[in-house]
């Protein structure tokens, strides 16, 4: 039997905070006047933690892969129908709710339910809905990607691995509507394939990360430093980065290797101390995905009604605010699924034990 990779669960736990970091600070991206210190910190610090959707592309297959790579028999219909009540009905309801919100408190919208399915289908009721769109995707997908995994000839995974990398950036620089390049499957290709067959082979993956971790993390240094450089300098006017896409793809790869290490360590560090509770908030990663933004939007909206204007101490009351509600009520709501869930099972076992026993003296 396998055993649970939770570090990946841990893993998507720090990127879903880093979604979260990303949402906080875009008020100062866009407001702060550029080239002062804290516009390029802000900024910086934004495009350091953008490898985070990708993350979530790539731990989605590792897990996907990790549980079904290996069986003869894979039922697509069930497959979706599991993954509708984990990912799709959750995000129904928080576009529910954001809608209400929108409509009777925060008066952005007036009720139309056809500019509310819109938005819905879209993924463009909040910031972060796109991922669902994305991911769904893929999911609709899965025969494809299963028949590819089934290939074990190598030559056919390296040309596998080099189309998904050329396609990603190449969809990413030329893709028409730059609106909705986030949204379709080809810009994280690769980062879909790779975790792909990682979940493949999960341990060698393991083997290859500790070994690789100065070259990753020298390489990270470079590449972030690049990166944040080149993307300022076009986001003050001064260049044109055409090859951002490039240098993004790269540092998201080794954004992604780099801190799947750390979590793995931090993880096996925890549980050997018996300290799960990092595991324990890594359950409710999804819920605190949906929700945060409608947070950190009412906030700013109460902030602007107390006049409170500038910018750092609304990031820094929105910071403690956001993480603090979004991680205690998410994980209040996991715990309390989770307890309920146990005691439906055991009921269900002490029913079933009950009638083994009258069957023995009919």
């Known amino acids: 039997m396998k055993r649970k990779i939770t570090e990946m669960s841990v893993f998507e736990f720090f990127l879903c905070m880093f979604v979260i970091l990303i949402h906080l600070l875009s008020e100062g991206v866009d407001t702060l006047p550029k080239w002062s210190f804290w516009s390029v910190l802000f900024f910086s610090l934004t495009k350091l933690t953008t490898f985070a959707v990708p993350g979530f592309v790539f731990t989605s297959a590792v ?25 799709v009905f959750p995000y129904l309801l928080a576009s529910v709710v954001y809608y209400a919100v929108f409509v009777w408190i925060l008066h952005i919208y007036q009720f139309d339910l056809d500019q509310f399915l819109g938005l819905l289908i879209n993924g463009n009721l909040s910031a972060q809905f796109y991922f669902v769109i994305l991911i769904v995707q893929f999911y609709l997908m899965m025969p494809i990607w299963m028949s590819f995994s ?26 028409p509507y730059e609106a909705a390049t986030n949204k379709i499957f080809p810009s994280y290709l690769i980062f879909w394939f790779l975790g792909s067959y990682v979940g493949l082979h999960y341990e060698a993956f393991e083997t290859i990360i500790a070994k690789s971790k100065p070259l990753i993390y020298v390489g990270w240094l470079l590449l972030a430093v690049a990166h944040c450089i080149l993307s300022y300098m076009q986001f003050g006017g001064l260049i044109a980065y055409k090859f951002s896409p490039v240098i993004v793809v790269l540092f998201c790869f080794f954004s992604i290797c780099g801190f799947y290490s750390y979590a793995r360590e931090l993880t096996f560090s925890l549980e050997r101390r018996g300290k799960g509770l990092l595991t324990s908030i890594s359950q409710a990663s999804y819920d605190i995905y949906l929700i945060h933004c409608l947070i950190i939007m009412v906030l700013y909206r109460i902030l602007t009604q107390w006049g409170i204007d500038n910018i750092l101490p609304r990031f820094g009351i929105a910071f403690l605010v956001t993480y603090g509600i979004s991680i205690i009520f998410c994980v209040l709501k996991a715990t309390l699924f989770a307890n309920l869930k146990a005691k439906r099972l055991r009921a269900s076992a002490t029913r079933a034990r009950k009638m083994a026993r009258r069957k023995r003296y009919l």
């Open 150 to 175: 089934r290939v074990k000839n190598k030559l056919f995974v390296i040309f596998l691995m080099i189309g998904a990398l050329a396609l990603t950036i190449l969809s990413r620089m030329y893709f």
């Open 63 to 87: 897990k996907l892969f990790y549980q079904y790579g290996d069986r003869n028999r894979f039922s697509y219909l069930r497959f979706l129908w599991g993954r509708t009540k984990k990912v």
